[in-house]
């Protein structure tokens, strides 16, 4: 019994250790794991090293995996970035197990120490976050010393030294403990630990140790399928390609096991059992890398051919937002803004539409005004839910900012949208009533809608690129927006004395004005929250 408690305790130690170690790493890089994600290019091997950099930051490859299909899903990747970048991730993730390798238990309490000084005494937020990862590493160690201890007796059952012993006669046999174990903890580099803490005793052999890590790569793979659930074709096409990317590698490293031992004792120093098991876990993975990534075009091509279908992406309704991101605030305030922006863009049709419905008389055009103002609608609902579930998540200072400046952002385009839907009702009354409208007043109408759309075009660029300079361009034009509403309105309120225009006609011609000027009020709204918080 006590044997059991040590090892589970001791894993609970481990594994709770990685993550807040994962955190502090993560919260030390902020924002910038999003933007490493997000710059996953047509290079495959430059999104294999994006992966594995992620993975090293986050300490998961299942919490990589997840955005990664997280982000195909929404279309921020497509299937052969994904596919890169799930490759790396399995680089990144030995980095754990190269870690663990090191013989840091005599100095475990000592680590934890300097963790704890670090995070409750450090006046500056980044030293709290790196007490945390400190800490972690030294509670990650002191998990791999309980369970080091607790599986000593194990040397004198032979019942279980015959059972791991048979696992150098029969590699199968080791690769579905590999595959079993990683399910049941989900975490390859728990499982990795855990071969560390009996290879440390004597227990198993770095024979027997290597069909074993084989099928923790296997078993890693259960994250992806369950976060595949629910997703888009192109998201299981992921997962899928996760899955057999690890069990092609499986079968080539067991077809080629005597050769891959010989190699691995080949760059490992003589003696270093823990170190032969992580050496072997990353030549694992860097070979089976190394071996898919010239042909990673035509393997995503063989994994639609075996998951045939056209991916298709509704306009109504949200596209990008994914509470599977809550993980990672900084990346689901990414996913927040893309659908922001993509909402904006319907808001900037809406009112091209309307705009050009008013000149030309044409309610198809005004049709469209209409049903991109109920689009827009159901987006800022959802998108000011999505943001106020992930506000219980908790975030940095900056994040908390953005996150804010998010929400506000939101209500203005949806007022945008608003008031594009009101200078298309003002439209429809000129044609049912068949009103006049003089070219000049035309005319006016165009110089402003020109100078309002471009400073909305500026604001939605400012947001999505988080271009200060086109904000500032954007809260510069504001004040000329300002002034050409007052010009047009007394201008246009002296031909009505004269009686130039028509009274109904002007009054449409004023509250036209009058919702351009607002669209560019809440245009500089948007590029304050810009300059304010990116």
């Known amino acids: 019994m006590m044997l059991i ?48 950099t992620t993975t090293a930051l986050i300490q998961s490859s299942s919490a990589t995996t997840v ?40 100095y475990v309490f000592l680590i934890i120490a300097i963790g704890f000084c670090f995070y409750f005494f450090g006046k500056r937020r980044v030293y709290h976050y790196i007490g945390q990862f400190i800490l972690g590493i030294g509670l990650l160690f002191l998990g ?41 903890v989900q975490s390859s580099a728990a499982t990795i630990g855990m071969l560390i803490a009996l290879a440390s005793q004597d227990i198993i052999t770095f024979s027997a140790a290597v069909p074993v890590l084989c099928g923790d790569n296997i078993g890693t793979c259960i994250t992806a399928l369950l976060a595949s659930i629910g997703t888009n074709l192109n998201a299981k096409r992921v997962a899928i390609a996760h899955v057999m990317f690890n069990v092609t590698g499986t079968i080539i490293i067991m077809t080629l096991l005597p050769w891959f031992k010989e190699f691995v004792y080949l760059i490992t120093p003589a003696g270093e059992v823990a170190r032969l098991i992580a050496n072997a876990h990353t030549a694992f993975n860097l070979l089976n890398t190394c071996l898919f990534i010239p042909f990673v075009g035509a393997y995503a091509k063989f994994i639609e051919f075996i998951l045939p279908g056209t ?3 509704e306009e109504k309704g949200p596209i990008y937002l994914d509470e599977r991101m809550f993980s990672s605030p900084a990346v689901a305030l990414s996913l927040a803004t893309k659908e922001i922006i993509r909402m904006a863009s319907i808001a900037g049709r809406s009112l091209e539409s309307s705009i050009q419905g008013f000149n030309k008389k044409d309610e198809k055009l005004l049709k469209i005004t209409k049903k991109d103002e109920d689009v827009i609608d159901e987006l800022e609902k959802a998108i000011t839910f999505y943001l106020a579930k992930l506000s219980q998540k908790g975030f940095s200072q900056e994040l908390s900012g953005r996150h804010t400046g998010l929400l506000n952002a939101v209500k203005d385009f949806e007022r945008v949208g608003d008031h594009s839907e009101n200078i298309a009702e003002l439209a429809q009354i000129r044609i049912e009533e068949n009103l006049p409208c ?72 004023l509250d036209i004005i009058s919702n351009l000027e607002r669209i560019g009020d809440h245009s500089n709204n948007v590029a304050e929250v810009v300059l304010e918080h990116f």
């Open 438 to 509: 003089s070219e000049f007043a035309i005319k006016e109408l165009d110089e402003m809608y020109t100078l309002v759309y471009s400073s909305f075009k500026n604001a939605l660029e400012a947001l999505q690129d988080e271009n200060k300079e086109k904000a500032r361009l954007v809260v510069q034009t504001e004040p000329l927006i300002d002034q050409m509403e007052k010009d047009l309105r007394s201008s246009h309120l002296e031909r009505l004395n004269k009686g130039v225009c028509y009274p109904y006609s002007g009054v449409i011609f």
């Open 144 to 184: 791999l010393d309980v369970m080091s201890n607790a599986v000593a007796p194990l040397r004198d059952s032979p019942a279980f030294l015959q059972f791991i012993a048979s696992f150098s006669q029969y590699p199968l046999l080791g690769v579905l403990v590999g595959i079993l174990t990683t399910c049941i």
């Open 5 to 52: 408690f040590g090892i589970c305790g001791g894993l609970s130690l481990f594994l709770f250790g990685m993550k807040i170690m994962g955190e502090g790493l993560q919260k030390v890089a902020g924002d910038n794991i999003r933007k490493i994600l997000e710059r996953a290019t047509r290079y495959p091997v430059v999104a294999v090293i994006l992966g594995a």
């Open 67 to 106: 955005l990664v299909i997280g982000f195909v899903n929404a279309g921020l990747m497509t299937l052969k970035q994904g596919v890169s970048v799930i490759m790396g991730a399995n680089i990144g993730t030995t980095i754990t197990a190269q870690l663990i390798a090191f013989k840091l238990t005599d």
């Open 311 to 313: 991916v298709t992406v």
